[in-house]
């Protein structure tokens, strides 16, 4: 640093600031920045929403999306263009790079409505892009031609060089934006619109037309299933849950064939990957077939539950997503939060106003037609282009016209103008010549046809609207059905379907619980997300989650993984109050508790502890034998006591009194049966679910032991037990309780012998699924039917127009129960139409002589969330 420097130093500058050292008087001028930073936020923030990231209302198209679909339709010569020569065109209007232009003009095009793609565009099945924008083509669909474009109606602007002119809205006659949808995100908001089916756009719109109420939701090309339970109208706060469409290929095998929106193969299948990385699930392999359409292949391990993994799949992978809609537009400049449903209205009233404004123009442009050829028709037939031969002006002849005309005008809708003097005097001598009166009034009175056509549409503009759709729909809508499954989804439990793939172990005299203890006693399979209920001798009771070693207490008598809904696992339970005081005894169950929580099961006496405990997962109640200890003159030492006689309480409960003295021992005298009635369970058709929550059709009471028969259309048949986790096949028929000696009756075409076949018999194996059918690929199930007496009426095809009439069979008495695999008999060696199912014949069910069940006062709510079967219980006793 020089001396000069150091002498004269520059002034401190506050922050704040602008400063211009170029003045002309050589003195810094101070310009303040702070409402620049202001102003400039804004215009960028409104530049962004306005410019960039939001579609407007009025046509449903972001700038970018305008400006490709203008650029494509100034190219459109019915050919395909390279789609780089289209960017490089949409450049003269978008003042961006050609990148951002390519990528919205590739997602245009993969949604297979507006332009016409030729090459790899990629696929959003499984998240391929696509090929660079000079090997791939494009042209505008003819849908697009139809709806989008009206040169003579469309609001114009200029570019933002000021060289050309764009489009400030395009003239779009359909609800695009909610077909297409639309996502961006902007400053200070973000607008998410889920696409909808094309079909139940236009089937909405005339509705709207006609007043009727209406409903429209999402659907994906993905396809999927979706619950949109929750939708709230597209508004901020809804919610739509999309799941993967899973089916179980046999019992090893799970396949993928329609993924979630927002979800490809590629990011499916990572987050498979993971979550089995992770514990969460296990599986053996997984495989990719995806082509046209998806085909993922999920090999699981011998054993292992398939309708558990598809649960675990849900819960743990993007096999099921939450897509959280936003609407919000732009409308006079400004962005606007709306549903769909009136984003609909306001396209349909906007679809009907341009229909109206091509109307009119439409009706201005035939009266010129018909003014014209009405003058036209004058001047040759009347011959007034010979009142022009002798002038020589051209004032002259302007005016000799108009003389000529005015004798013969006065059926003319306007005044005739120069102009119209003119066109006349264009007319050549060989048109003059050639003239044909006749001709000239056919097409004068073709276009006053087609005038009063134009007004009667003008005046019932609403049926005129409702035809254009419904001709939209005829002529575009085949294949376009909706692909979204709409379905309400059962909430699925984690800690149910998680893979337990961790070892639970205790320490019960120090009183540790945790998964590190591998020296001390095993205790069972768990997962980090369970939650373990501990028990303790002196009659604490604490539910925690799953660690690697936690304290819980010393003397611990009971550990257990804990399902905070079961309801039916009760805890029988005696224990001394204080050190010497009374005995006694109670039944609870434990639902709703805290975590990480001491809860006093006892009296809260100091000294107390648990005599006796048993776990029933099935509510068993046991008969105990007491002992008391030789104490002064008691005369009853031993006497019986049924847990089955006490109620069924809170866990806060005292109990009722055993004894005021000394209990020496206690013994079991006789192994408990559950004291829980049966359980009712229903079947939910639309989430196709069972359940314990009178959703749906109830399918009966069922015991322990009891299990449900399953009978699909394609010949397969399965005895199962009736888990809340089980999933059912979409061509499913048949779902009832198992009666094991009801017979099952079936009417099935044998592909390999062209012959239709009566079968009965019962089912032999449980557990197991089964074909009940010949296994030839053109075999196909025709009528199944449970009924112990069945009819079944049998239509035949019409041959050499002889039409033999319908018969009626009764299925009991043409064949007899044979076994399982019996291919049963020959219906009838005639050619059938049709099989129906009729009312069975009246049939008395013998009654089924079943022990009483104790039903155990004090139990108010005998319904779960998870079938148990017969359990042992746990016995501990002291």
């Known amino acids: 640093m020089n001396e000069e420097q150091d002498l004269n130093p520059e002034p401190t500058k506050p922050e704040g600031h602008f400063y211009n050292n170029d003045a002309a008087d050589n003195n810094d001028t101070i310009t303040k920045v702070t409402g620049m930073y202001k102003d400039w936020f804004l215009d960028y923030a409104s530049y962004v929403i306005l410019e960039r990231a939001v579609p407007a209302i009025e046509d449903g198209f972001k700038p970018v999306q305008r400006r490709i679909m203008h650029s494509l339709k100034e190219l459109d010569d019915g050919r395909y263009n390279k789609v780089a020569n289209v960017v490089g065109h949409t450049m003269q209007y978008h003042p961006h790079g050609d990148q951002s232009i390519g990528d919205a003009m590739v997602q245009i095009g993969q949604k297979e409505l507006l332009i016409d793609c030729q090459g790899n565009w990629g696929n959003i099945l499984t ?38 002119a764009e489009p400030n809205n395009l003239p779009v006659k359909f609800p695009l934006l909610l077909a297409s949808g639309a996502e961006g995100i902007a400053v200070g908001l973000s607008t998410k619109v889920l696409p909808h089916n094309f079909i139940e ?89 995806t082509a046209a359409e998806v085909e993922i292949l999920i090999h699981l391990y011998p ?23 936003l ?28 229909l109206k404004s091509e109307l009119e123009i439409q009706l201005s442009e035939l009266d010129e037609q018909w003014h014209f050829l009405s003058l036209e028709r004058i001047f040759i037939e009347k011959k007034v282009y010979r009142l022009i031969e002798e002038e020589t002006t051209k004032e002259g002849v302007i005016t000799a016209i108009d003389d000529g005309l005015k004798p013969h005008i006065k059926h003319l809708k306007r005044a005739v103008t120069e102009e119209d003097i003119l066109r006349l005097t264009e007319i050549r001598i060989m048109r003059i010549s050639k003239f044909d009166s006749n001709k000239a009034k056919d097409k004068i009175e073709a276009l006053e046809g087609d005038i009063e056509q134009v007004k009667h549409d003008l005046a019932h503009l609403t049926e005129f609207a409702i035809a254009y759709f419904t ?47 591998k020296k001390d006693e095993y205790v069972t399979d768990c997962s980090d997300i369970d939650d373990v209920i501990v028990f303790l001798r002196d009659g604490n009771m604490m539910i925690c989650k799953v660690d690697d070693k936690k304290f819980i207490g010393k003397d611990i008598i009971h550990v257990a993984i804990f399902d905070r809904s079961d309801k039916r696992t009760i805890y029988n339970m005696i224990y001394r109050d204080g050190k010497s005081g009374p005995s006694y005894i109670k039944r609870f169950n434990v639902t709703g508790v805290t975590r990480d929580k001491l809860y006093d099961l006892t009296n809260e006496t100091k000294g107390s502890q648990i005599l006796y405990f048993t776990v029933n997962p099935n509510g068993e109640a046991e008969v105990i034998t007491i002992l008391l200890r030789q104490i002064g003159t008691i005369k009853k030492l031993k006497w019986d006591l049924d847990f089955a006689t006490m109620a069924i309480k809170g866990r806060a409960s005292k109990g009722n009194l055993v004894t005021k003295y000394p209990i020496k021992k206690i013994e079991i005298k006789e192994k408990g049966i559950s004291t829980l009635l049966p359980r009712k369970i229903w ?13 749906g059709e109830l399918l ?53 012998k062209e012959r239709y076949y009566v079968k009965r018999f019962l089912v032999e194996t449980e557990g197991k699924e089964e074909i009940f059918i010949t296994e030839h690929s053109n075999s196909q199930l025709e009528i199944v039917s449970t009924d112990y007496r069945p009819l079944a009426e049998l239509v035949f095809t019409k041959i050499k127009g002889i039409q033999k009439e319908n018969q009626t069979v009764d299925l009991e008495a043409f064949i007899a129960v044979k076994g399982f695999k019996a291919q049963g008999n020959q219906l009838t060696a005639d050619k059938l139409k049709q099989v129906n199912l009729l009312e069975p014949l009246s049939y008395e069910i013998p009654k089924e002589i079943v022990p009483e069940e104790i039903e155990t006062p004090g139990l108010t709510d005998s319904s779960d969330e998870d079938l148990q079967m017969d359990g042992e219980g746990q016995i501990t006793l002291f």
């Open 127 to 164: 998240g391929d892009g696509a090929a660079a924008s000079r090997y791939i083509e494009a042209r505008l669909s003819k849908f697009a031609l139809e709806v989008i474009y009206s040169p003579k109606i469309t609001d114009w602007g200029v570019s933002y060089d000021g060289r050309r």
């Open 201 to 289: 756009l236009i089937e909405a719109s005339i509705k709207i037309l006609k007043g009727k109420p209406f409903q429209i939701f999402p659907d994906f090309q993905t396809a999927g299933i979706a619950d949109v339970s929750n939708y709230n109208d597209g508004l901020r706060g809804g919610r739509v849950r999309v799941r993967a469409k899973i089916a179980q290929l046999d019992k090893n095998t799970l396949v993928i064939t329609q993924i979630p929106f927002s979800t490809n193969t590629t990011t499916l299948i990572d987050s498979i990957l993971k979550a089995n990385e992770k514990g969460k699930i296990k599986i053996k392999k997984i495989e990719d077939n």
């Open 303 to 325: 054993g292992v539950s398939p309708d558990k993994i598809i649960d675990a799949l849900f819960a743990f992978t993007a096999c099921e997503t939450s897509v959280a809609p």
């Open 327 to 354: 609407g919000c537009v732009i409308e006079d400049n400004k962005p606007l939060f709306i549903g769909v449903t009136e984003m609909l209205k306001i396209s349909t009233e906007r679809t009907v106003g341009l």
């Open 471 to 517: 001709r939209l729909k005829e002529k575009y809508g085949k294949g376009r059905e909706r692909q979204t499954e709409l379905r309400i989804f059962d909430d699925i439990e984690a800690t149910k379907v998680v893979l337990r793939n961790t070892k639970l172990y205790v320490n019960r005299e120090e009183g540790f619980v945790g998964t590190g203890l």
């Open 683 to 695: 079947f939910d058709d639309t989430v196709q679910k069972l359940n314990v929550d009178a959703r």
């Open 700 to 752: 009966g009471e069922f015991r322990p032991n009891d299990k449900i028969l399953v009978i699909s259309q394609s010949g397969k048949l399965k005895v199962i037990i009736p888990e809340l986790t089980t999933h059912f096949d979409e061509d499913m028929v048949v779902l009832e309780k198992w009666i094991p000696k009801k017979p099952v009756s079936a009417i099935y075409y044998d592909g390999e």
